[in-house]
């Protein structure tokens, strides 16, 4: 799902403009940024498991609004995080191979 790709992509941006703004060194940048926006992935992709404060499991499901108002969505969990590595190079600006 192109939409899923997108968002991590966005993800992955923010996670990168915050860490240079607080001037993390270049060496890192790219490593935490990566490792944050899987996790983060993980989270919502439920591929990490998560509880609710009382114990309950969460079964986070993403979705997505279109332009016509309609709720999207890829028929179960989501998959971002297996898209953080092959991105990665898009978000710091080298050409995808």
Known sequence: MAWQQDFI??????IKVDLVRVETPDDLVRELT?????SVASL????RTSTTS???ELN???CFRTA???LVHSGGGSFMHE???RLSS???GESRS
């Open 60 to 62: 986070p499901i993403l």
């Open 9 to 14: 992509v966005s993800i992955m941006q923010e």
């Open 83 to 85: 898209y953080v590595q």
């Open 44 to 47: 919502i992709d439920g591929s």
């Open 54 to 56: 009382d114990g309950a």
């Open 68 to 70: 016509d108002d309609e």
């Open 34 to 38: 990566e490792r944050i926006a899987f």
């Open 90 to 92: 898009e978000v710091f």
